[in-house]
């Protein structure tokens, strides 16, 4: 048992490590990339990433399969441009606030859906998913429906931004990071391995659910929050079925159980969604067929593969 629990706190360390280094690479890229629009997606590439590592904190590290994390983004999008638009609360309380009422519309949710297990789960959030987009998009006289709210700016910079991103993609993987490696991220591994197992050691097997769930949907609400800002605008666009796919295939690709495969993930798979914009409306069959087929026959994803044959080569 101990030396499963060393083993696992060595494969995070080097999945930290090389997590880090990929930010480094991300954070020197405006040094060669200088044209506004490529660096406009990169940075919303950085905006999947937040998502990605919440939602695989989700399903990766606990075994819940949520069909929400877009919805939350969308929530999170929304209470900063309520709190601005109506009450002219200032950003450095209306982000907070984004954070704040996820987390506990994800506690509400989850004393609700937690319970349940397989499909039933999934369902679950995604009617919730949809319920809250076509409420926010019918709801014209509160949230201007679907021509979306105006959203102050933290600066005009795009650079600026870019590296505000950063720094919450960085902050979001260290909190994970710290959760994992500790007491909680053991508990969260032990349900998604083995629920039943784990109840009988006397983990609260709901509880850690609850927290991993509510933490998830905390992080998707800052992330919507921060992309409102940059856009100046928020719309029920951000909460679509097709955005929450997005960040299924990002982990999926990337590596699930895996903060590196995460943000790999995120980055490889909108860049590429960029790209094919070129050949038509076909990102959704793409992905949907390399989900398939990554599901299938890499199911650790491109980060898994790539560790696995990093540890093979070591001496």
Known sequence: ???????????LRFDMQ??????????????????????GIILVSVYFAVQALAWNLLAGYTGQFSLAPAAFAMLGGYTTALLDYYLHVPLALGIPAA?????????VLGKLVLNLSGPYLSLTTLAFAEIARVVV??????????????????TESRLGYYYIFLATLLAVLVLLYLL???????????????????ESRGI?????????FCLSCAICGLAGSLYGTFSQLVSPELGLLQ???????MVVIGGMSSLTGAIVGAVLVYLGSEWLRG?????????????ILFARYVPGGLWGALAARLRRSRP
Do not use: E
């Open 137 to 154: 998009g019918n709801s014209y006289d509160f949230t201007r429906g679907d021509q979306g709210m105006h959203v102050a700016t933290l």
């Open 1 to 11: 048992m101990k030396g499963a629990a060393n083993l696992w706190q060595q494969r």
């Open 204 to 212: 609260d097997v709901v509880g850690v659910k609850r927290i991993a």
């Open 279 to 291: 050949f038509g409306n076909i990102q959704v069959i793409v992905f949907a067929l390399l989900v």
């Open 18 to 39: 090389a997590a880090l280094v990929v930010c480094g690479v991300i954070a020197l890229l405006p040094l060669v990339v200088t044209g506004p629009y490529t660096l």
């Open 99 to 107: 954070v704040v009422v996820t987390a506990i519309l994800g506690l």
């Open 243 to 249: 955005q929450t796919g997005l960040v299924l295939s």
């Open 180 to 198: 994992l490696r500790g007491r909680h991220g053991r508990f969260m591994m032990a349900v998604r391995d083995d629920p039943v197992g784990a």
